[in-house]
């Protein structure tokens, strides 16, 4: 079992800059890939970004040069840094480990609201 659990979000403005971060506990030795979802209201989640363990990172067309992921491996944690807010990025974004392609382990989400 992994436990995730995420910190940071709240509340931002449209062009401004929130951070998160996510706490990994448990079984971890098996777990190469961990990354970000999130589920806007009236949406289905999606994929924001990936970083494996030796760093190799993947986003989504619409984060793509505003949001940047990172880890510390030693730390068990991962965190999303995102910049140039938009409105459309407000979602509940959820911490997530992933195995062959697809989320194994969820954290609780944090919301994000960006005002315009």
């Known amino acids: 079992q992994v436990q995730l659990v995420e910190s940071g979000g709240g509340l931002g403005q449209a062009g401004g800059s929130l951070g998160l971060s996510c706490a990994a506990s448990g079984s971890l030795f098996s777990i190469n890939t961990m990354g970000w979802y999130r589920q806007a209201p009236g949406k289905q989640r999606e994929l924001v970004a990936t970083?494996?363990?030796?760093?190799?990172?993947n986003y989504a067309d619409s984060v793509k040069g505003r949001f940047t992921i990172s880890r510390d491996n030693a730390k068990n944690t991962v965190y999303l840094q995102m910049n140039s807010l938009k409105p459309e990025d407000t979602a509940v974004y959820y911490c997530?480990?992933?195995?062959?392609?697809?989320?194994?382990?969820w954290g609780q989400g944090t919301q994000v609201t960006v005002s315009s």
């Open positions: 970083i494996t363990r030796g760093g190799i990172t």
């Open positions: 997530v480990t992933v195995r062959v392609g697809t989320p194994q382990y």
